[in-house]
């Protein structure tokens, strides 16, 4: 279960490797958190519950980035730990609660400002792991 970032001139563009669908959205989060803040620095303080759904497994990637950008930026939560489960029935739908601290931008190491996921270059490859590759817009 990893993630490294490839190259691409103006975007984070993330690859994440996992052995199954929980871990690959686990890490693709922490991917996005670690972007934003030094993720080592948070404490467990708090707990936040989130509820994703999307109508497919790209919508369900790209509204469950989308949630972890609003979490970090918006809302002004910085996670450092993530419990979720998937399930499917006619849509994808994740629950997860997460575990951190209300941010302070000079205690979690403020990096960069995301502006949201995109659609473009997204894929989800399924053979025996999980691959996943997405953009995000900063």
């Known amino acids: 279960m ?16 996992a052995s199954n669908l929980e871990e690959a959205f686990v890490v693709a989060a922490r991917s996005v958190i670690e972007t934003i803040i030094d993720i080592d620095a948070v404490d467990i303080k708090h707990q936040k519950v989130l509820k994703v759904t999307g109508k497919d497994l790209r919508y369900l990637l790209y509204n469950w ?39 302070d931008f000079k205690k979690h190491h403020f990096k960069v400002e995301i502006k949201s996921p995109t659609f473009h270059a997204m894929e989800i490859v399924r053979n025996g792991g999980v691959t996943m590759r997405f953009l995000l817009d900063l």
């Open 65 to 103: 980035l989308e949630e972890i950008i609003i979490l970090t930026i918006t809302e002004g939560f910085a996670t450092r730990t993530i419990d979720l489960a998937i399930t499917e029935n006619g849509e994808y739908s994740i629950a997860a609660t997460m575990g951190g601290e209300p941010i």
């Open 2 to 17: 990893s993630y490294k970032n490839l190259e691409h001139a103006t975007d984070a563009f993330i690859e994440v490797n």
